[in-house]
């Protein structure tokens, strides 16, 4: 096997052990399993309807109901949780080797970088797969993932149209933007300009078809959504609204989408769909922040908070993470000044370590690890430079070295009673 396949094996052994939490810890999803096995529980328990939003998902409806009892033992829960986290890390390969990452110490680097949470604008992270929860979300992350990747790489439909029918089925919330960034790529790349304005003017028609619906027939004459809408979008603590945010947090992701849309390094077709991406991300950031907080009442419509705009945020993230990662790992290839490569180092290194919390263990594992290598490939150059796939070599080990590490020792310091137990 390659060297990718191992990091992978041994990224998808690690990751479970030290991010699983169990079934089930977030309150909102207590008892949707059971339920879901047993559906004559709970019959008394106004908040226990089975039709809550919770509830309505591939994974309780089919998934759940499908492997019964077994669901409720942990021990079948990691194992089916780990084999999602392989096929999400597969996905995020493609997806590294769409953008133009070729080499095997390319895809380690970048594979290393997408297993850390880059975390800025609340539900908005880089995970491979959600480790908040055993719930929709974690089911809907490969599939999502797989859906940017057949969008990007220019599948046929037969690839692109199934995936966007499926992520919605599992999650509605961590849909949206995977099928919007799917469905815009398509209108671009595939309809000529006939196609594009049909495609336009129907979308037009939905929306003012749904708004009618709406106001005719789910809108109360009292006008208690405006109230039910503002209760929910200022309680959620910046859950749904991205402008809930400290100012860091929109400025760093301000940043990510300004940086995309002048990104550098890939091939024409592929930065044009980053950029298509970039945009999205700053149009889903702007358009949802400033809805939730400014809309007037006779707009406000508690359902679209479903849509959930920094969710979106994520998967705009997690493709221009991806993007900047080849990009930057190109640069440090093509560089022919020691300033230019420390630059390109430098900006991977912060790539690789952002984080609303810094952690200071994995900065020293990284730094240290570059540090030590790169004095060893000069010498083994026999040059004064370090051949360019050498550099790349030196920074996918540290990288990889770096995040193994974090899950390993976070594994056995603070995992390890619990996980015999589990065992036990």
């Given at each position: 096997?390659?060297v990718?396949?191992?990091?992978?094996?041994?990224?998808?052994?690690?990751?479970?052990?030290?991010?699983?939490?169990?079934?089930?810890?977030?309150?909102?999803?207590w008892?949707?399993?059971?339920?879901?096995?047993?559906?004559?529980?709970?019959?008394?328990?106004?908040?226990?309807?089975?039709?809550?939003?919770?509830?309505?998902?591939?994974l309780?409806?089919?998934?759940?109901?499908g492997?019964?009892?077994?669901?409720?033992?942990?021990r079948?829960?990691i194992?089916?949780?780990?084999?999602?986290?392989?096929?999400?890390?597969?996905?995020?390969?493609k997806?590294?080797?769409?953008l133009?990452?070729?080499?095997?110490?390319e895809?380690v680097?970048?594979l290393?970088?997408?297993?850390?949470?880059?975390?800025?604008?609340?539900?908005?992270?880089?995970?491979a797969i959600?480790?908040?929860?055993?719930?929709?979300?974690?089911?809907?992350?490969p599939?999502?993932i797989w859906?940017l990747?057949?969008?990007l790489?220019?599948?046929?439909?037969?690839?692109?149209?199934?995936?966007m029918f499926?992520v919605?089925?599992?999650s509605v919330?961590?849909?949206?933007?995977?099928v919007l960034?799917?469905l815009?790529?398509?209108?671009k790349d595939?309809?000529?300009?006939r196609?594009r304005?049909?495609?336009?003017?129907?979308a037009?028609?939905?929306i003012?078809?749904?708004?009618?619906?709406y106001s005719?027939?789910?809108?109360?004459?009292?006008g208690?959504?405006?109230?039910?809408f503002?209760?929910?979008?200022?309680?959620?603590k910046?859950?749904?609204?991205?402008f809930?945010q400290?100012?860091a947090?929109?400025l760093?992701f301000?940043a990510?989408?300004?940086a995309?849309?002048?990104l550098?390094?890939?091939?024409?077709?592929?930065?044009?769909?980053v950029?298509?991406?970039?945009?999205?991300?700053l149009?889903?950031?702007?358009?949802?922040?400033?809805?939730l907080?400014?809309?007037?009442?006779?707009?406000?419509?508690?359902?679209?908070?479903?849509?959930?705009?920094?969710?979106?945020?994520?998967?705009?993230?997690?493709?221009?993470?991806?993007?900047?990662?080849?990009?930057?790992?190109?640069?440090?290839?093509r560089?022919?000044?020691?300033?230019?490569?420390?630059?390109?180092?430098?900006?991977?290194?912060?790539l690789?370590?952002?984080?609303?919390?810094?952690?200071?263990?994995?900065?020293?594992?990284?730094?240290?690890?570059?540090?030590?290598?790169?004095?060893?490939?000069?010498s083994?150059?026999g040059?004064?430079?370090?051949?360019?796939e050498?550099r790349?070599?030196?920074?996918?080990?540290?990288?990889?070295?770096g995040?193994?590490s974090?899950?390993?020792?976070?594994?056995?310091?603070?995992r390890?009673?619990?996980?015999?137990?589990?065992?036990?």
């Amino acid at each position: 096997m390659s060297v990718v396949a191992w990091v992978i094996i041994g990224m998808t052994v690690l990751y479970p052990l030290a991010m699983f939490r169990g079934l089930e810890p977030l309150s909102p999803y207590w008892g949707n399993a059971y339920q879901a096995i047993h559906p004559e529980s709970f019959p008394a328990d106004s908040f226990m309807s089975p039709t809550r939003p919770t509830m309505l998902s591939l994974l309780y409806l089919v998934i759940v109901k499908g492997f019964g009892e077994l669901w409720l033992d942990d021990r079948v829960a990691i194992i089916v949780y780990g084999c999602l986290a392989a096929i999400s890390l597969v996905g995020i390969d493609k997806t590294a080797r769409v953008l133009g990452a070729r080499r095997a110490s390319e895809r380690v680097a970048l594979l290393s970088l997408m297993l850390l949470g880059h975390e800025f604008i609340g539900a908005s992270h880089a995970f491979a797969i959600d480790p908040i929860d055993f719930n929709p979300t974690v089911f809907a992350a490969p599939a999502s993932i797989w859906l940017l990747y057949a969008s990007l790489a220019g599948r046929r439909p037969r690839l692109t149209i199934p995936l966007m029918f499926l992520v919605p089925l599992i999650s509605v919330k961590n849909a949206v933007m995977p099928v919007l960034i799917a469905l815009t790529l398509f209108w671009k790349d595939r309809l000529r300009a006939r196609g594009r304005a049909v495609a336009v003017a129907a979308a037009c028609g939905l929306i003012l078809a749904a708004v009618a619906v709406y106001s005719a027939v789910l809108r109360p004459p009292d006008g208690s959504h405006a109230w039910v809408f503002d209760h929910l979008a200022q309680d959620d603590k910046g859950g749904a609204n991205p402008f809930l945010q400290p100012l860091a947090s929109h400025l760093i992701f301000i940043a990510m989408c300004v940086a995309g849309l002048l990104l550098r390094g890939l091939e024409a077709a592929m930065l044009a769909r980053v950029r298509v991406v970039a945009a999205l991300g700053l149009l889903v950031w702007a358009g949802g922040g400033l809805y939730l907080s400014y809309a007037p009442d006779a707009l406000k419509i508690p359902h679209l908070l479903a849509l959930h705009p920094a969710r979106m945020l994520w998967w705009a993230q997690y493709v221009l993470y991806l993007a900047f990662g080849v990009s930057l790992l190109t640069w440090l290839q093509r560089s022919r000044s020691w300033v230019g490569v420390g630059t390109a180092w430098a900006s991977l290194m912060v790539l690789y370590l952002l984080h609303n919390k810094l952690h200071p263990r994995l900065a020293l594992a990284v730094i240290g690890a570059s540090a030590l290598l790169w004095p060893v490939a000069r010498s083994r150059a026999g040059a004064t430079a370090v051949r360019p796939e050498r550099r790349v070599q030196i920074v996918a080990a540290a990288m990889c070295v770096g995040t193994l590490s974090l899950y390993g020792v976070g594994t056995l310091h603070h995992r390890l009673d619990a996980l015999r137990h589990l065992v036990r």
